[in-house]
């Protein structure tokens, strides 16, 4: 016993989240009290099957990005659980915590690049850092470069990108592991409409591969318009949770990106999405 037991925790060490039918994310009663007494969650509980694509939305101050740092370990519930993949991470030894991490991805507002590395090196640093082999980095680097339509900015350096540009090497640097669930907080807060519907396809694309997507975005119209589930938070608690009607799981990424752009009406020729070489 003792022995398969070890077996079983070592299959874990290699990816803890990626098997298993308990669901991606729970979050049972859990409510956050800031030190000082502010109260930015209270008696939260949700749950978010593998698989699924899902909206945060509410007001600025609401609890989105609480809720996001509570889901990676970089914030303890003041009371309630909050469980990954059917484990507490609450009760995870400091140690297990990267290896959390590493399952998870997880994209900013503000994109967070290394500004001395250039495309490649930015996304090929999220590797190294997990010790991945040589080989793998030349394998997995450009192979996620072509799926965010980046193939041809490999050698730029953050500050020659535009916005959406860097946003989607942040994309690629969270997504290059595979992690079987990806966080994006406010992903397009500062992009232009029409690159943020290259935001979202990819963000879709990458739902598409089996990787669960769990996007906060402030952007009512695309919300409306990608046709997703939407759980929205106000003053700390949640106030709804719904699927669209319209939800239709068998979009591909580039009809949802004509239905996009035609329902929020731009043209294909403004956006940076469509690229040739696109994976999936
Ligand atoms: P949102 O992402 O929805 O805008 P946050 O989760 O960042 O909201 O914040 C929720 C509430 O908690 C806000 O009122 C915010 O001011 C407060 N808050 C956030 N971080 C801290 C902190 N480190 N210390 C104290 N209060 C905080
Ligand atoms: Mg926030």
Known sequence: MARLRRHRSEADEQAPLRRGPAP?????DVTKVYPGGHLALERTSLSIARGEFVFLVGPTGCGKSTLIKLLIRDLDPTEGEVRIAG????VMSDKKIPLLRRN????????KLLPDRNVYDNVAYALQVI??????????VPETLRLVGLSTKVHSYPDELSGGEQQRV???RAFVNHPPLLLADEPSGNLDPVTSIGIMQLLYRINR?????????HDHS??????????ELYEGRIVRDETSGGYDSDESTNEFAMRMRAEMGVGPEGTTNGHSDELI
């Open 87 to 90: 484990r507490n991470i609450g």
């Open 104 to 111: 998870i991805g997880t994209v900013f507002q503000d994109f």
């Open 170 to 172: 942040s994309v690629a």
């Open 131 to 140: 010790g991945a082999s040589r080989t793998e980095i030349r394998e997995k």
């Open 209 to 217: 591969t089996g990787t669960t997507v769990l996007v906060v975005t």
């Open 222 to 231: 695309m919300v409306d318009k990608m046709r997703r589930r939407v759980i």
């Open 24 to 28: 991606i994310i729970e979050l049972d």
